[in-house]
């Protein structure tokens, strides 16, 4: 069976790492009352992982366009293979719009966001106090679906190891 490229491999491990982080992350920050210098940093942080995924995704997505992936296994059935399409364009879409919803909901907030602490970001809208609750939401509600979905695709390539013994999971492995 044919394996993805080394590029693709780095691309797909490195942005799961970053992922689980920045998730871990956004997760623990929000639970430490108050507002303390730990909680601020972890904000700083979380954002900045935010951002290298969003442009790892770029790269990623752009490698991807260029470099198809390898075939589905031929006793995939039609719906697996729908499926298994359809799960990871969602994740594409997850990946993308989660870094960007948490932008917004940043400048939506009054807080800029600056790269590293040295790279200011654009300022592509004002404090708005309305939307920035639904930001806050929309945030929170791609996250938890991204969690959802990550946790159908690891389940998904777990049964094809252990069960269908196709080879799917090896093509992603180094």
């Known amino acids: 069976m044919k394996k993805y490229t080394k590029t693709a491999m780095f691309f797909h491990w490195l942005t799961a790492l970053l992922i689980i982080a920045a998730f871990w992350l956004g ?25 290298t995924i969003l442009g790892l995704s770029c790269l990623r997505l752009l490698w991807r366009l260029g470099n198809r992936p390898p075939e589905y296994p031929a006793n995939m059935t039609s719906w697996q293979k729908k499926a298994a399409s359809g799960l990871h364009i969602l994740l594409y879409v997850l990946i993308f719009s989660i870094p960007i919803s948490g932008y917004l909901y940043s400048l939506a907030s009054g807080i800029p966001v600056i790269y590293l602490g040295i790279f200011p970001l654009p300022v592509i809208m004002d404090p708005n106090p309305e939307l920035k609750p639904l930001l806050k939401q929309l945030h929170y509600v791609l996250n938890m679906t991204l969690l959802a979905s990550f946790c159908l695709h690891v389940l998904a390539a777990l049964k094809h190891q252990f069960f269908d013994r196709d080879g799917v999971l090896k093509r992603i492995l180094p």
Do not use: E, Q
């Open 27 to 51: 997760l623990t920050m929000v639970d430490i009352p108050g507002i303390t210098p730990t909680k601020l940093r972890y904000f700083s942080w979380h954002k900045w992982l935010g951002i």
